[in-house]
């Protein structure tokens, strides 16, 4: 179906173990698939060759750096506009993952704030623009433990001979000191968030640090900061090719631990973001044909405590999990323990 690559289940196999863990070395990928090193490392760059795997990465927690909130950014505008819209946001640093048209949207966009007063002023900021009819504002409640790449499908493996390892992740902490870190700890995540395989030892040579040391700061940087160390796939060449995105509405929060347990009993459902505002959820589902939207809303429907839910169909993204916040590494080089009052400055 569509750009759809067969692979047999031991390269389905071999994409979830490192889904779950990138830097699983391919010793123990062998052991696990009954194979010699040789054939899974000849297995792992077809995988690459097929455009299967496009990254390693470790996602980044920008709560470690000061960065407590994240919104997104939901920007109306006249159609005959967009392309003068699309120059603005493009033009604004502090906007990250610009996409659009999303549902009654036609651009979103992504802001890291170490303080909510920003908002407010990124809102007017925008506003002040002519082509710019109205700017809504959906806030995260949680940044960290958002993706569930072990609630993806990946045939031919179903989700009968798969560990069962679903639960609901543990809460952000949005009082949580940022963590303390200098410049060779900035540098580690840096380079990890960009290829999380990277040996110890060429980070050490590349750094001038001994290995000994690489490592020890990276158990460190694991605790916190580097959240998930995953690879990154595209979803369209496994017979994903299109991604439900879908808003929901609590009648009770109370009850919201048993509604997250169920909604992870939907396959493919692979990110959950708890919203504060006009939403309480956000859930995303790679689809592979258009009658699966049919059987996510029948299940979400059925949900006790799920008041209503909107859905809007996007194409599926290059490349998943998605890596949102390692430019927030880059911002002035990490500051102390006490944060400025500034928005965070994210790449075009």
């Not at 005959?80 to 493009?90: G, M, P, Q, R, Y």
């Not at 580690?188 to 968030?193: G, H, N, P, R, V």
Request: aromatic share 8%; charged share 25%.
């Amino acid at each position: 179906m569509g750009n759809r690559i067969k692979i047999d289940d031991i390269d389905a196999k071999i994409l979830k173990i490192l889904l779950s863990e990138s830097r699983t070395s391919f010793t123990d990928i062998a052991k696990e698939c009954k194979l010699t090193v040789t054939a899974v490392r000849m297995r792992y760059k077809q995988l690459w060759k097929k455009d299967i795997i496009n990254g390693e990465k470790m996602i980044i927690n920008p709560h470690c750096l000061g960065y407590r909130h994240i919104a997104d950014i939901c920007i109306t505008t006249a159609i005959e506009n967009e392309k003068e819209v699309a120059k603005l946001l493009e033009s604004k640093q502090y906007i990250a993952g610009l996409i659009g048209p999303f549902g009654h949207y036609n651009f979103i966009g992504k802001v890291a704030l170490r303080d909510l007063n920003k908002l407010h002023e990124i809102i007017e900021d925008l506003e002040s623009n002519r082509f710019i009819k109205h700017v809504d504002a959906l806030i995260w409640a949680e940044a960290i433990n958002i993706e569930f790449p072990q609630n993806l499908i990946i045939k031919p493996l179903s989700r009968e001979n798969e560990r069962k390892s679903n639960h609901r992740s543990a809460l952000t902490n949005l009082d949580q000191v940022p963590l303390e870190i200098d410049e060779i700890d900035r540098k580690i995540a840096k380079i990890l968030s960009e290829s999380s395989r990277t040996p110890f030892k060429k980070i050490a040579a590349q750094l001038g640090f001994s290995s000994k040391t690489v490592m020890q700061r990276y158990k460190k940087l694991r605790k916190n900061l580097l959240t998930l160390s995953t690879i990154t796939l595209d979803l369209n060449k496994l017979g994903y090719n299109a991604l439900a995105n879908l808003y929901l509405k609590v009648s009770n929060r109370s009850k919201m631990p048993e509604i997250y347990s169920q909604l992870l009993q939907i396959p493919n459902l692979i990110v959950i973001i708890r919203l504060i505002g006009s939403y309480d959820l956000y859930c995303a589902v790679a689809l592979e044909e258009f009658d699966k939207l049919f059987e996510v809303n029948e299940k979400i429907r059925r949900i006790s405590g799920v008041e209503t839910a909107e859905t809007f169909l996007t194409k599926m993204p290059p490349s998943w999990p998605l890596n949102l916040f390692p430019s927030l590494i880059d911002n002035e080089a990490i500051q102390p323990k006490y944060w400025p009052t500034e928005i965070a400055r994210a790449p075009k």
